[in-house]
């Protein structure tokens, strides 16, 4: 899961593009509260901010991991007060009871912002972590494909995960295609799951590239199959210090 300039630039054009409706959506794209490698443990804090002024708000959450099946999740309500944030340590424990990963889902009848920060409490912990704000790709028509720039493999050194959201129900199938700094293209792979958030650990080990050594590369993320609402991001990890920094995507045009 995982710098932030990418991750400005995409939420930037994702809000250019929006326009709220009467009831206002979010997804946090990646949230978790269990172990990953190498001894990690991820926790994510979560922000919610209501935009109203006099009155207090509610938020309902719904979480929604890999497991095919949950196609409506229970929501849970949360009170925003006007103004202030309210902020939520290792929100997916204390809002769903949940020790997993997974995509969070917000909507409100009132407008708010989210934005959240997953980072590792485990072995050689204290890392700053990865803010990965909520955004609104809900009533946003959807891209056939999305860019994931400065992704690295080194064994050892870096690893890259690879994670897809989406918010309509049926099976979601991607291409995903690796170029390197040179932009040559070195692999490709599909994709297909019905859940609504995957994540690829170690995506370079999975397409059969795990000895590759590539600084600087990128993703094509194709959706060649399914409907509605998606989204994907990548999450580069220091495998030294377990430090992540997330990639949000960026949609290309052509002209």
Same mark, same amino acid.
């Given at each position: 899961m995982r710098t932030n300039l990418t991750a400005l630039c995409v939420i930037a054009?994702?809000?250019?593009?929006?326009t709220l409706a009467?009831?206002?959506v979010r997804w946090i794209p990646a949230a978790a509260s269990n172990d990953g490698a190498? #001894? &990690?443990? +991820? &926790? &994510?804090?979560? +922000?919610? *901010?209501?935009?109203?002024t006099d009155a207090e708000v509610t938020v309902y959450a719904s979480f929604y991991p890999d497991q095919d099946g949950v196609a409506e999740p229970e929501e849970v309500a949360i009170t925003a007060p006007p103004v202030q944030p309210v902020e939520i340590s290792d929100a997916v424990m204390e809002i769903f009871g949940e020790s997993r990963a997974g995509a969070i889902r917000l909507r409100s009848? *009132? /407008?708010f912002e989210a934005r959240s920060r997953t980072a590792?409490?485990? $072995?050689? #912990? #204290? =890392?700053?972590?990865?803010g990965i704000p909520a955004i609104p790709f809900e009533g946003?028509? /959807?891209p056939e494909f999305m860019v994931l720039p400065m992704v690295h493999t080194d064994p050892g050194n870096f690893h &890259?995960?690879?994670?897809?959201? *989406?918010?309509? $129900?049926?099976?979601?199938? !991607?291409? !995903?295609?690796?170029?390197?700094? $040179?932009? =040559?293209?070195?692999g490709t792979k599909?994709?297909?799951h019905t859940a609504a958030w995957r994540q690829v650990n170690d995506l370079f080990d999975d397409m059969g590239l795990g000895n590759q050594i590539m600084y600087g590369g990128w993703l094509r993320v194709t959706r060649t199959g399914g409907t509605g609402y998606w989204t994907c991001y990548a999450s580069v990890v220091d495998d030294r210090t377990n430090d992540p920094t997330y990639v949000a995507p960026v949609e290309v045009f052509y002209p």
């Open positions: 054009f994702l809000m250019t593009g929006a009467a009831e206002t190498f #001894g &990690t443990r +991820w &926790t &994510t804090t979560l +922000w919610i *901010h209501s935009l109203a009848e *009132h /407008p590792n409490d485990g $072995a050689g #912990g #204290g =890392s700053f972590g990865q946003i028509a /959807p &890259t995960n690879l994670g897809i959201v *989406h918010a309509s $129900a049926g099976n979601l199938q !991607v291409q !995903v295609q690796v170029f390197n700094a $040179a932009g =040559s293209m070195i599909n994709y297909s």
